[in-house]
C-alpha cells in the first residue's frame, strides 16, 4: 500500500476528488480537507491503476512549477486497521515516480558518487591483484554501479530521454574511472602476476552472461516491489561490472591484449544481461509511461529491445568459443597442474612448465632437481584420468636441474 498527499490550492480539492470519483476510487480509500490555504487530498492507494491516478492528478494540475501544490508518495511501515479483503486484493509495486526518484538520485554524478566509485575501484583492483575474493567483495558493497543501470532501463520503458542521458553519463564515468584506478595499480606495484582472479575474468563463457542476467532481474524485481533498500541485489550487479573494468585497466598496465579483450567481451555481456532482464521486469511487472509519453516510449521501448537481442546473439558467439575452451582445454590442464602439485609437494623440488594437450594426448613438462618414481607418475596419470572421466595418453616430460655451486 502506498499513501498519496496532495496539496492543492484551496477549493481545488473538490475537483481533486471528482477524477477519483471517475475512475471508481473507493470513497473509504480517501478524505479531503478544507483549509483556507489549501486543501489536502489524503489517498490510499491499493490498486493497479496507481499511475493512472497519479497521471489523472498530474495531467490537471501542475505539481511541478506552481508552489502552492505539491504530490507526496511514501509507503507505510504498518497499517492499523488492516482491511484484509482489500489488501488481499492488492498487487503492489512502486509507483512510477517513486522508481524515477530512486533512478535520478542513484545516478547523479556528485561528488558522493565519484568518492564511492573511486574507493570501490581502489579495494576491487588490489583484491584482483592480491587474489583476495573477501576484499573483491567488499569493494562490490560499496559500488554504486546499480543506479545508472536502473536510470537507462526506466528511462526506456518511460520514454524518458533525459533519464537515458543521465544514466548513460553516470556509468560512463564510472567505467573511465575504474580502468584509470586498475592501469595505476597494475603500472606501479611490481612484479605483479596474473592472479585466478584476473584469469577468470579473462576467459568469460556464457555462464557470465546468465549470471548478469539474473542479477538485473533480480535488482529490478526487488525495486518494483519496494525492496531495494536491503542493497543485496545491489551487490550482485556491482559484481558483475566493476572487478570486470578494473581487470581491463590492469590488462591495459600489463600491455596483456588477451586480458583486455577478454575482460572487455565480458563487460559488454553482463551489460546487455543487465539491460535486457532490467526491461523485461518493469515492462511485464506493469511499469508503464504516463498517458501522453505512451507512443514514444512504446517505440523506445521496441527499438532497445530488438537491439539489445541482436547485440546478445553476436556476442554469444565469441562467448560460445571461450566456454568451449574453458571446459575443454582450460581445465583439463588446470585439473593436470593441481594433480601433479597434490602429489609432489611434499617430497619433490620440481616446476611444470608446460601442459600440452591435443586430442588425448597429454604432455607433461617438468624440471626436477631429483630423480621421479615410475609408480608415483602412475599413480598421478590414473587420478587425472579419474578427474577428467577419460582415459589419455600421458607423456611425462622430465628435464633434470643440477645445482651448480661456485
Known sequence: ??????????????????????????????????????DLLIINLLYNNTDRLIDQLTRKFDFEDNRERSLIIFTPDTIIPRDEEKLAQASFHATRESLVTFAQENSSIDFQYIMLVLASAVITSLGLILNNVAVIVGGMVIA???????????????GDLKLIRKGISAEVIGIIIAIVIGSFFGAILPEIEITEALKIRMFPTIADLLIATAAGAAAAYSLIRGQLKTGLVGVMVAASLLPVMCTIGIGIAFG??????????????????????????????????????????????????????????????????LTVYQFYVEKPVDV??????????AGWDYRIQEVDITGNLINVYIYAARELDKNTLNNIKSQIEDRLSQEYNINFKIIPVNEINI
Open 1 to 38: 500500500m502506498q499513501v498519496v498527499h496532495a496539496i492543492l490550492k484551496p477549493g481545488e480539492g473538490r475537483e481533486a476528488e471528482t477524477i477519483l470519483e471517475k475512475m471508481g476510487t473507493d470513497i473509504d480509500d480517501f478524505k479531503l480537507i478544507k483549509t483556507d490555504t489549501g
Open 144 to 158: 554504486p554501479v546499480l543506479g545508472p543501470i536502473l536510470a537507462i532501463t526506466i528511462g526506456i520503458v518511460l
Open 256 to 321: 596483456n591484449n588477451t586480458m583486455i579483450l577478454g575482460a572487455f567481451i565480458l563487460l559488454a555481456g553482463n551489460y546487455l544481461g543487465l539491460l535486457l532482464s532490467n526491461l523485461t521486469v518493469f515492462y511485464f511487472e506493469g511499469l508503464k509511461p504516463q498517458l501522453w509519453y505512451k507512443d514514444q516510449a512504446q517505440k523506445l521501448i521496441k527499438k532497445s529491445l530488438i537491439m539489445i537481442v541482436l547485440a546478445v546473439f553476436l556476442l554469444i558467439i565469441p562467448l560460445g568459443i
Open 336 to 345: 593436470v597442474k593441481s594433480t601433479i602439485r597434490e602429489n609432489l609437494v
